[in-house]
């Protein structure tokens, strides 16, 4: 339940047509995130249709009484059932949980709005989203704060931009994916963990994972090439930051599930360390091609960073003397170098993959596993040895084992 608040955030100027309705006239809990954005548009229609009628010069003073009255009752009835609601509306649970103050809801609910397509038009940059609120002054820098990398629903992940490189009123704002998700598929509750009955279904839903942790690699090293890209990294690194605390929901819910014996492992793990296992799990189940990218010390790499500056330092978690290879669950396998070496060139090379013990631990046998394109006891010699053109001498050699 939140506390009374109330700085409300400027008008908004246009959200899609809808019905005119008035506000019920006694505010009274949302019960899902559906009643709460409805509520929200029929706030930011009213505050739209004052503004339109305050800029109408022919307008009439004494009709203008109405419509702000409306305005004001909409305003009043959205945050007032706001604070009655309870934490079973994933949306104000959210709200609640990284405690923003009700300009900070509005605006969070307004760029929502625009996500989900509610909105009348895209809000596009962040000066659109300003141009979008019925304000001006202070109360526009305000708001541009709000918006900025320094304001609290950037620092809370519930925001991103497209470039953040722009200049802070030429960025997009986009709201994180997995708010959109709750909105979309949770109807307002909030779940514990991933909609799963069984570990064989749990395996089978990690493929999602391992090709967003994919995705996050690839947009990374895209942007080692390309300037740009930011906004992608960003979506993917929040996607899978997300993905990994919906599967430790998951586990700590179905405690008897032995991927929590690889996840916790003695409980040494850090998150990046869990990734990279999930990752290489991916891999041992065919989720994607043994030889991807991912799968070599720079895949990896690039798809634990939480910023693009970190990939070269993320390289630091496949050393010999850290908790993955001292405690035998990843494995080099291939690479570019004979022996296996902590020089960062050689572990961005390498190829990994998880031992026979991660495999136990995890109660993955053996043959579910894919077999590995290529391996050696599918390959068939590219030349054989009655094709080589060899001297008499090298014969002579080969036949007699080497001795003279």
């Known amino acids: 339940m939140r506390g009374p608040r109330r700085v409300y955030m400027g008008r908004a100027r246009s959200i899609s047509r809808l019905r005119r309705l008035p506000p019920p006239e006694k505010a009274a809990a949302f019960k899902s995130n559906d009643e709460l954005l409805e509520a929200a548009r029929q706030m930011f229609h009213s505050r739209q249709r004052l503004i339109d009628a305050e800029g109408n010069i022919n307008m009439d003073e004494k009709a203008l009484v109405p419509i702000a009255e409306k305005e004001a009752a909409w305003t009043e009835y959205w945050h007032a059932s706001f604070e009655l609601t309870g934490s079973g509306v994933s949306l104000e649970a959210k709200c609640e949980e990284h405690d923003l103050d009700p300009a900070e809801c509005e605006l969070l609910i307004l760029l929502l709005l625009d996500q989900l397509s509610l909105a009348g038009r895209p809000l596009g940059t962040c000066a659109d989203v300003v141009s979008e609120l019925g304000i001006s002054g202070s109360r526009v820098l305000e708001t541009l704060r709000m918006l900025s990398e320094h304001g609290r629903l950037f620092r809370a992940g519930l925001i991103y931009y497209e470039d953040p490189d722009e200049d802070l009123r030429d960025r997009r704002v986009m709201v994180d994916p997995g708010l959109v998700e709750t909105v979309l598929y949770e109807q307002g ?6 909609p ?9 839903k990690l493929g999602r994972f391992t090709r967003t942790l994919e995705g ?9 090439v390309v300037e740009g890209g930011m906004g992608d990294f960003l979506k993917l690194s929040r996607r899978a930051d997300r993905l990994l605390g919906g599967l430790q929901k998951t586990l700590d819910a179905n405690r008897e599930w032995k991927l929590r014996n690889l996840l916790d492992y003695e409980g040494q793990l850090c998150p990046a360390e869990q990734l990279i296992v999930i990752a290489l799990l991916g891999k041992a189940l065919g989720h994607l091609p043994a030889d991807n990218d991912l799968f070599t010390g720079n895949g990896l790499a690039r798809a634990i960073a939480d910023d693009p500056s970190e990939a070269t330092a993320a390289l630091r978690f496949l050393r010999s003397d850290q908790d993955l290879l001292k405690g035998e669950l990843i494995q080099p396998c291939g690479g570019g170098d004979v022996l296996f070496s902590d020089d960062p060139d050689a572990l961005g090379a390498t190829e990994f993959e998880l031992t026979d013990k991660s495999l ?13 394109s290529g391996a050696i006891a599918a390959r068939e010699p590219k030349v054989r040895m009655e094709q080589l053109v060899l001297s008499d001498r090298v014969r002579h050699a080969l036949d007699s084992g080497g001795k003279e």
Do not use: F, N
């Not at 996050?216 to 080692?224: I, T």
């Open 189 to 194: 509750k909030t779940k514990p963990g991933w």
């Open 196 to 204: 799963v009955e069984s570990e064989e279904e749990l395996y089978k």
């Open 216 to 224: 996050k690699s690839d947009a990374l090293r895209r942007m080692e």
């Open 360 to 372: 136990e631990l995890a109660g993955i046998e053996k043959r579910h596993l894919k077999q590995r």
